[in-house]
């Protein structure tokens, strides 16, 4: 099996070092990988936030299983792209993924309060949270 690692922090270096000692794994890509993924895995010189270029390479290199590491490619829908070619990817359809990639948190710096905007499917809520009172 060929498999294709996308992303390159430490998460993928993990991956992709645990792939690479696997039974049955030929090979492993990682797509752009770093210095430290480079002694378990080919790197390819590829933006990860790119999907197209992404599906190109795994064509290119005949890869068997992809697994997409951060959330831009998912938001931006790789796992829905390379499905729709009838590719083997692991990780979130674009929908699945924006629930994430759509968590804004802003903190108010001025005080001690926290506002949190959440959203969610079809509706935004906001909710403040007061600081916990300690005695005197």
Same mark, same amino acid.
């Given at each position: 099996?060929?498999?294709?690692?996308?992303?390159?922090?430490?998460?993928?270096?993990?991956?992709?070092?645990?792939?690479?000692?696997?039974?049955?794994?030929?090979?492993?890509?990682?797509?752009?990988?770093?210095?430290?993924?480079?002694?378990?895995?080919?790197?390819?010189?590829?933006?990860?936030?790119?999907?197209?270029?992404?599906?190109?390479?795994?064509?290119?290199?005949?890869?068997?299983?992809?697994?997409?590491?951060? =959330?831009?490619?998912?938001?931006?829908?790789?796992?829905?792209?390379?499905?729709?070619?009838?590719?083997?990817?692991?990780?979130?359809?674009?929908?699945?993924?924006?629930? =994430?990639?759509?968590?804004?948190?802003?903190?108010?710096?001025?005080?001690?309060?926290?506002?949190?905007?959440?959203?969610?499917?079809?509706?935004?809520?906001?909710?403040?949270?007061?600081?916990?009172?300690?005695?005197?």
């Amino acid at each position: 099996m060929r498999v294709l690692i996308v992303g390159s922090g430490g998460r993928e270096h993990a991956l992709s070092a645990k792939l690479a000692g696997e039974p049955g794994v030929q090979q492993v890509y990682c797509a752009p990988g770093n210095a430290g993924i480079g002694a378990v895995a080919t790197r390819l010189a590829i933006d990860a936030g790119d999907p197209q270029a992404i599906l190109a390479a795994a064509e290119r290199e005949s890869i068997d299983l992809t697994v997409v590491g951060p =959330e831009l490619p998912l938001d931006r829908g790789i796992v829905d792209l390379f499905m729709s070619r009838g590719r083997l990817i692991f990780g979130p359809s674009r929908a699945a993924a924006q629930l =994430e990639c759509d968590l804004v948190v802003l903190l108010d710096v001025g005080g001690p309060d926290v506002l949190i905007f959440k959203h969610a499917i079809s509706s935004i809520s906001q909710e403040r949270k007061a600081p916990s009172e300690t005695p005197s």
